[in-house]
């Protein structure tokens, strides 16, 4: 990060592309190409419409000779400062993605993206510090400018890591892990001896980010004396910053590579550096092969902990397209307020290190200071088309109690999965009932600060928690009388959003942990994996329900009855109980003998349904989790 740095504008007075000379190349090389002009400033230049220079950058990475931007006058350099060698082009459904190098510059970028609407990149030149930006208008015809380099590569001061307390950074707190933390998710728990070398956080997702650590680590072994724990921690805090979104956060170099082949513009890379360095990330370069650059810093002070997780996190942000989050005293980058624990993760996140219940968190300025007003979330789903997970618990679920009235996390958990969402957990008292029960956010670095109520049958608010400063909920020793409750939760807020946070980035796992005396007792039948219920029987048209609980990781679960009379067929459903409209497998055979199966299910409770469409006994239900 560059702090109190501000940017100024180019003064350029040489014109971008330079002379008629190169413009009559251009036309040239695109053919039916809009005519390229000059702005009268001669900061701006326009080289042709999209669709044109799509097809020229196709003809170029088929021939290096054909290159789009290569003058016909060879002698004159300032026709030559946008020639390019392309590594990489990507067309399929009228979308293009196109990464290169600036031709003799091996430290450079050059990236586009888009369609023949809307072409967009950079080609950024770090030796000579001047970045160059592509962009489209209305009628599709492509421009280019000359920008400040910080603009491309908004975290490139080196300075910035001279004038930093390093001492400071050395001493960061790392988080915690909530005892509630069991796996609910691949993310989600402490480091359990997996290969750092293959991690997946959503397996089988279309969209795909890359975290090459290749160059600090030698096999399956980290370098430098880095622990492994300490590298699934990196990896473990860049998936809880993004585990809102369908995007599998993988350190495992053949599911990226199979991701950019399917489809290069759902995927990313950061490449780990094994040296001290500014960390940084060419702009919206997410959909391209240009990679952003995290240097781990070994003498420093920055940590696996948290400082080489944060910053992966802030440089992904930088490829998604979102920049720096500034205000306040911190200039360029906002410090947070220390008396919420909270800042933006496009801000200075090393001021929350020695923070114990930190949260930073994807912002659009709505604090007091903010000087950029970004909505980051919809950059990410909207701009760049990576779509939020589905949700849940969408109508809602019974709270699961055993019965001796615990309530474990390993069967009672969610995810907040966007800004409002909230999640409901129905159960029942009879008599006089007592509740216990803490909510905790279960990501390693998450953002979710949890906010729980209790309402009941009347719609009357009964209890609220929303511990300040904690980000958890918590019920001790509430009494209920007897009824039908219902157990709201939301991501929280502190404060105002002018001076605290809101709701708006408050999203993630939590789990629940507790008691409930006095409960009505489950009313499913819970089935234990591989083990046959034998002896069901129903009469014609009713349901008979099961439910057995999928841990995180699982490749399938396998639904069966086997009957020798009647008509059972078979159901099975999410968090709900199914119904013949509403299900994830079934089996509807005229007889008996039924079989469905969930491939890669997500963890949860899964209801078995076996409908009667004619009577049966002797019917034995099974569900085995592989």
Request: charged fraction near 15%.
């Given at each position: 990060?560059?702090?109190?740095?501000?940017?100024?504008?180019?003064?350029?007075?040489?014109?971008?592309?330079?002379?008629?000379?190169?413009?009559?190349?251009?036309?040239?090389?695109?053919?039916?190409?809009?005519?390229?002009?000059?702005?009268?400033?001669?900061?701006?230049?326009e080289?042709g419409?999209?669709?044109?220079?799509?097809?020229?950058?196709?003809?170029?990475?088929?021939?290096?000779?054909?290159?789009?931007?290569?003058?016909?006058?060879?002698?004159?350099?300032?026709n030559?400062?946008?020639?390019?060698?392309?590594?990489?082009?990507?067309?399929?459904?009228?979308?293009?993605?196109?990464?290169?190098?600036?031709?003799?510059?091996?430290?450079?970028?050059?990236?586009?993206?888009?369609?023949?609407?809307?072409?967009?990149?950079?080609?950024?030149?770090?030796?000579?510090?001047?970045?160059?930006?592509?962009?489209?208008?209305?009628?599709?015809?492509?421009?280019?400018?000359?920008?400040?380099?910080?603009?491309?590569?908004?975290d490139?001061?080196?300075?910035?890591?001279?004038?930093?307390?390093?001492?400071?950074?050395?001493?960061?707190?790392?988080?915690?892990?909530?005892?509630?933390?069991?796996?609910?998710?691949?993310?989600?728990?402490?480091?359990?001896?997996e290969?750092?070398?293959?991690?997946?956080?959503?397996?089988?997702?279309?969209?795909?980010?890359?975290?090459?650590h290749?160059?600090?680590?030698?096999?399956?072994?980290?370098?430098?004396?880095?622990?492994?724990?300490?590298?699934?921690?990196?990896w473990?805090?860049?998936?809880?910053?993004?585990?809102?979104?369908?995007?599998n956060?993988?350190?495992?170099?053949?599911?990226y590579?199979?991701?950019?082949?399917?489809?290069?513009?759902?995927?990313?890379?950061?490449?780990?550096?094994?040296?001290?360095?500014?960390?940084?990330?060419?702009?919206?370069?997410f959909?391209?092969?240009?990679?952003?650059?995290?240097?781990?810093?070994?003498?420093?002070?920055?940590?696996?902990?948290?400082?080489?997780?944060?910053?992966?996190?802030?440089?992904?942000?930088?490829?998604?397209?979102?920049?720096?989050?500034?205000?306040?005293?911190?200039?360029?980058?906002?410090?947070?307020?220390?008396?919420?624990?909270?800042?933006?993760?496009?801000?200075?996140?090393?001021?929350?290190?020695?923070?114990?219940?930190?949260?930073?968190?994807?912002?659009k300025g709505?604090?007091?200071?903010?000087?950029?007003?970004?909505?980051?979330?919809?950059?990410?789903?909207?701009?760049?088309?990576?779509?939020?997970?589905?949700?849940?618990?969408?109508?809602?679920?019974?709270?699961?109690?055993?019965?001796?009235?615990?309530?474990?996390?390993?069967?009672?958990?969610?995810q907040?999965?966007?800004?409002?969402?909230?999640?409901?957990?129905?159960?029942?008292?009879?008599?006089?009932?007592?509740?216990?029960?803490k909510?905790?956010?279960?990501?390693?670095?998450?953002?979710?600060?949890?906010?729980?109520k209790?309402?009941?049958?009347?719609?009357?608010?009964?209890?609220?928690s929303?511990?300040?400063?904690?980000?958890?909920?918590?019920?001790?020793?509430?009494?209920?009388?007897?009824?039908?409750?219902?157990?709201?939760?939301?991501?929280?807020?502190?404060?105002?959003?002018?001076?605290?946070?809101?709701?708006?980035?408050?999203?993630?796992?939590?789990?629940?942990?507790?008691?409930?005396?006095?409960?009505?007792?489950?009313?499913?039948?819970?089935?234990?994996?591989?083990?046959?219920?034998?002896?069901?029987?129903?009469?014609?048209?009713?349901?008979?329900?099961?439910?057995?609980?999928?841990?995180?990781?699982?490749?399938s679960?396998?639904?069966?009855?086997?009957?020798?009379?009647?008509?059972?067929?078979?159901?099975?459903?999410?968090?709900?109980?199914?119904?013949?409209?509403?299900?994830?497998?079934?089996?509807?055979?005229?007889?008996?003998?039924?079989?469905?199966?969930?491939?890669?299910?997500?963890?949860?409770?899964?209801?078995?349904?076996?409908?009667?469409?004619?009577?049966?006994?002797?019917?034995?239900?099974?569900?085995?989790?592989?």
């Open positions: 990060m560059k702090k109190n740095s501000p940017q100024k504008t180019s003064n350029t007075t040489q014109g971008i592309l330079g002379s008629s000379l190169l413009c009559a190349s251009l036309l040239s090389a695109f053919g039916a190409a809009t005519a390229a002009t000059t702005a009268t400033d001669g900061t701006r230049q080289i419409n999209a669709d044109a220079l799509i097809r020229s950058l196709g003809a170029q990475h088929a021939n290096p000779n054909a290159s789009f931007l290569r003058s016909t006058d060879t002698s004159s350099a300032k030559k400062h946008l020639d390019t060698d392309i590594t990489d082009y990507h067309f399929k459904d009228g979308l293009v993605s196109v990464s290169g190098k600036a031709r003799g510059s091996a430290n450079s970028h050059f990236y586009l993206k888009g369609n023949a609407k809307n072409l967009r990149g950079y080609l950024v030149k770090h030796d000579e510090k001047k970045a160059y930006e592509y962009s489209t208008d209305a009628n599709g015809v492509v421009s280019v400018t000359e920008v400040p380099i910080n603009k491309v590569v908004p490139l001061d080196e300075n910035w890591l001279k004038a930093t307390t390093f001492n400071t950074l050395a001493g960061a707190i790392h988080p915690v892990y909530s005892p509630m933390a069991l796996r609910q998710a691949r993310h989600i728990g402490p480091y359990n001896n290969d750092v070398t293959k991690l997946e956080s959503k397996p089988g997702s279309a969209w795909v980010f890359y975290l090459n290749s160059a600090v680590m030698s096999g399956t072994t980290p370098l430098n004396g880095v622990s492994k724990e300490n590298m699934y921690r990196v473990q805090i860049v998936a809880d910053q993004f585990s809102m979104y369908n995007i956060i993988t350190t495992n170099p053949a599911v590579n199979a991701a950019k082949s399917a489809n290069i513009l759902r995927t990313g890379v950061l490449n780990f550096v094994n040296q001290d360095g500014r960390s940084n990330a060419p702009l919206s370069s959909g391209t092969t240009s990679a952003g650059t995290l240097y781990r810093n070994p003498s420093s002070g920055f940590d696996y902990g948290y400082g080489i997780g944060m910053t992966a996190a802030h440089e992904i942000g930088h490829q998604m397209g979102m920049l720096h989050d500034g205000g306040g005293s911190g200039g360029e980058y906002f410090e947070g307020i220390a008396a919420f624990q909270w800042g933006p993760i496009m801000g200075n996140y090393w001021m929350g290190s020695q923070w114990a219940a930190s949260r930073w968190t994807w912002s709505e604090y007091n200071t903010a000087n950029r007003f970004e909505d980051d979330l919809r950059i990410m789903n909207v701009n760049e088309s990576i779509p939020y997970v589905a949700d849940d618990n969408p109508s809602g679920k019974n709270l699961a109690v055993d019965t001796a009235g615990n309530i474990s996390p390993s069967t009672n958990f969610g907040i999965e966007k800004t409002g969402d909230t999640d409901t957990y129905n159960f029942t008292v009879t008599g006089n009932g007592k509740l216990d029960l909510i905790d956010p279960i990501e390693y670095f998450g953002m979710l600060d949890v906010d729980a209790i309402y009941n049958s009347a719609n009357t608010l009964i209890a609220s929303n511990k300040a400063v904690n980000r958890s909920a918590e019920f001790i020793g509430l009494n209920l009388s007897a009824g039908n409750y219902r157990l709201v939760i939301a991501g929280g807020a502190e404060g105002t959003p002018q001076n605290g946070f809101s709701n708006y980035s408050s999203l993630g796992y939590y789990g629940l942990k507790g008691a409930l005396v006095g409960s009505t007792p489950p009313v499913d039948v819970m089935l234990t994996s591989g083990v046959g219920l034998a002896n069901q029987s129903a009469s014609t048209g009713t349901w008979k329900y099961y439910a057995i609980d999928v841990p995180a990781g699982k490749t679960i396998v639904f069966n009855v086997n009957g020798a009379n009647g008509d059972a067929d078979l159901y099975s459903q999410l968090s709900v109980k199914p119904t013949t409209a509403s299900y994830k497998c079934k089996s509807d055979g005229a007889t008996s003998v039924e079989t469905c199966t969930v491939n890669a299910p997500a963890a949860g409770r899964y209801y078995l349904g076996v409908y009667a469409y004619s009577a049966f006994n002797t019917l034995t239900v099974k569900a085995t989790v592989n």
